[in-house]
């Protein structure tokens, strides 16, 4: 059986003459005698407008029925787009992550698939129907429906064309991975093909491409990934296992990430045991901190800086707060307005002096730098939001991004 899986994103179903444009698209795939699942996500920013309801209605909303609700998005659009099908000629059933199997485990919200049992797609691509499957949704241990964190339907489709053993394409509104978003950069150049590891690292630091865990199994199970867009036949880029090539460049991408605040607590006692106090409350009240720096000890006392997410900054502040009383003398100071800009690139095992080359372009452009951190294939840099633009600008130009 020659199967096929193709997800398309908010953008591409968002009206109905999209429905109908992706309708046309898998009917060709049909016709050159594939077996169609097709994976959505919600239309447009539905997704957005349900989370809004929500939080009109209570800041805190259990997050089992915030699931309850969010993953309704994903049912309008796959029964659209089977009736569209089904209109069209084509026998094609839509199915939600329950009915197609997809078991998850973890956290609402932000739950992982654990297995797939993939008997029900089977049987239905027998029949040689189109399976349409909802996206970002599965069930957990406790029958109940859960989601996959945001932008998760990337994940539904690569754990599908894994458990299937089959290609997977993702159709989107741009035609591919580009080095950077070509929404902040429009001059970027559109990758032919990314590493897996430098597309997870580029996904997890704030490239909104893809979604991390779709890549985490695609590289598990070793299926390539094609990003291309849902409108026209433009060439692509494939996510798959490195090679020589893509070695040789020193920086593939840039992620920019906006999502941060940076806290810097000044005067903190020069003590293991407060800072593991600071982390171990701020990881008991589900915060999590990115870069940490921590400055040598003076008068016996440090400043210790981090980031938080900014939708985690109110549940960060009751914490200091708590250390602000306990220690008097520590200053808090808390900027909102940092961003955090990320070189990615497989060639930097083999290229020293990358961090040395960027420090002196930022340098020549009177850009100040508050924390590094670097990884193997990695650099983050956190500046001033304001000089974002002419940061980017400046790297992209000199790497040729
Ligand atoms: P979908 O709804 O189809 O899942 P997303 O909005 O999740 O689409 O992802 C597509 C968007 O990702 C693009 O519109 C683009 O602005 C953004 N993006 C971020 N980084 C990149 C990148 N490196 N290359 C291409 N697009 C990127
Ligand atoms: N509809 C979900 C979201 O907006 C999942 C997705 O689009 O991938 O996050
Ligand atoms: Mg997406």
Do not use: W
Request: proline share 2%.
């Amino acid at each position: 059986m020659k199967i096929l899986v193709q997800k398309y994103g908010g953008t591409s179903v968002g009206t109905i003459e999209k429905i109908q444009n992706v309708a046309k698209r898998i009917i060709s795939n049909k016709k050159k005698g594939y077996k169609m699942v097709v994976v959505l996500s919600a239309m447009g920013d539905n997704t957005d407008k349900l989370l809004e309801m929500a939080y009109e209605l209570s800041d805190n909303p259990p997050k089992r029925e915030v699931d309850m609700l969010i993953s309704t998005g994903e049912q309008v659009s796959i029964s659209l787009l089977s009736m569209a099908l089904n209109e069209a000629g084509y026998a094609a059933i839509s199915l939600t992550g329950s009915q197609v199997g997809i078991k998850t485990v973890g956290n609402h919200m932000k739950s992982r698939i654990a297995d797939i049992d993939d008997s029900t797609l089977r049987k239905h691509l027998k029949h040689d129907k189109i399976v349409i499957v909802a996206g970002f949704q599965g069930i957990n241990e406790n029958s109940d429906i859960t989601t996959l964190g945001r932008g998760g339907s990337d994940t539904s489709a690569v754990a599908i064309a894994s458990k299937l053993q089959c290609p997977c394409e993702i159709y989107t509104d741009v035609d591919g991975i580009y080095s950077l978003d070509p929404r902040v950069y429009p001059k970027a150049k559109k990758l032919d093909s990314i590493s897996y590891e430098e597309m997870l690292e580029m996904a997890s630091l704030g490239a909104g491409i893809m979604h991390g865990r779709a890549i985490e199994i695609g590289q598990k199970y070793n299926i390539p990934i094609y990003v291309a867009s849902s409108m026209g036949d433009k060439q692509g880029t494939t996510i798959k296992e490195s090679d020589k090539t893509m070695e040789s460049t020193a920086i593939t991408g840039l992620a920019i990430d906006n999502n941060d605040a940076m806290i810097t607590l000044s005067y903190v006692p020069y003590s293991i045991k407060v800072t593991a106090e600071i982390f171990d409350r701020l990881a008991n009240k589900d915060v999590n901190i990115d870069m940490i720096s921590q400055t040598s000890p003076r008068d016996n006392t440090v400043n210790i800086s981090f980031t938080v997410p900014t939708n985690e900054l109110t549940e960060a502040k009751e914490v200091l707060s708590f250390f602000e009383s306990k220690y008097p003398q520590i200053g808090l100071s808390i900027n909102e307005r940092i961003t955090k800009l990320s070189v990615v690139g497989i060639g930097m095992r083999s290229q020293s002096g990358v961090a040395a080359r960027i420090f002196v372009l930022l340098a020549n452009a009177d850009i100040e730098v508050d924390m590094v951190t670097t990884s193997e294939i990695k650099i983050s840099y956190v500046i001033n939001t304001q000089d974002q633009q002419l940061a980017v600008k400046t790297i992209a130009e000199e790497f040729n991004l």
